[in-house]
Structure formats: structure tokens, C-alpha cells
Nanobody, 117 residues
Framework: QVQVVESGGGLVQPGGSLRLSCAAS????????MGWYRQSPGNQRGLVAA???????NYADSVQGRVAITRDTAKNTVYLQMNALRPEDTAIYYC???????????WGQGTQVTVSS
């Protein structure tokens, strides 16, 4: 069983920065890939950034160059540093953690990010 908890959302002005954190706790299993997704009203949930167990990263085109995902594999924790934020980055951000053995994705409850002046 895997539990995922996000933190770090909030209100930030356009051009500002925000850092999200996500911790996955695994019971009798381990974590493979972890990632951040976001969903705004009227839109489907989509990938922001993902990182493999070995550290390989993948970013959505819309955030390339403005966002960095990092990981502490020993702690099953992933971070999302977001810079030069835009109003269109406003969304609920969800963290996902993939079970290494079952390949099932577990989701956190989400954290709201609002970019507004």
C-alpha cells in the first residue's frame, strides 16, 4: 500500500516562484516513478513533470525551462520547483507515485496553486 501527501501550494503573483513537496510512504513495497500532474476547471488532468527511480526527467512543453523536478529516492520524496509562474499555471496539482511491483499509480489529495496579482 502506498500513501501520497503533497504540500506547498498557495497564492503567488505572476513571475513568482513556488516549491511543491510530495512524500510517498510505501508499506511492503517500493516506489518507481513519481510525478506531478495538474488539473484546472474544465480541463483534464495532465502531466507537469515526472522523474524515474533512476532520475530521468520528463516535462510538459508548457513548463519546460520554468520548472524543475527533483527526487530524494531514499525518502520517496519528490519536489517541484516552479519559477516564472503564469496565471495559466493556476490549477490543483497532484502528486503520483507508482508502485515498483504492481505498477499501480497512487495519487495524493492535491494542492491548490493560484497565480494571480
Amino acid at each position: 500500500q502506498v500513501q501520497v501527501v503533497e504540500s506547498g501550494g498557495g497564492l503567488v503573483q505572476p513571475g513568482g516562484s513556488l516549491r511543491l513537496s510530495c512524500a510517498a510512504s510505501a508499506s511492503r513495497t517500493d516506489i518507481d516513478a513519481m510525478g506531478w500532474y495538474r488539473q484546472s476547471p474544465g480541463n483534464q488532468r495532465g502531466l507537469v513533470a515526472a522523474i524515474s527511480r533512476g532520475g530521468r526527467t520528463n516535462y510538459a512543453d508548457s513548463v519546460q525551462g520554468r520548472v524543475a523536478i527533483t527526487r530524494d529516492t531514499a525518502k520517496n520524496t519528490v519536489y517541484l520547483q516552479m519559477n516564472a509562474l503564469r496565471p495559466e499555471d493556476t490549477a490543483i496539482y497532484y502528486c503520483s507515485a507508482q508502485d515498483l511491483w504492481t505498477r499501480r499509480n497512487y495519487w495524493g489529495q492535491g494542492t491548490q496553486v493560484t497565480v494571480s496579482s
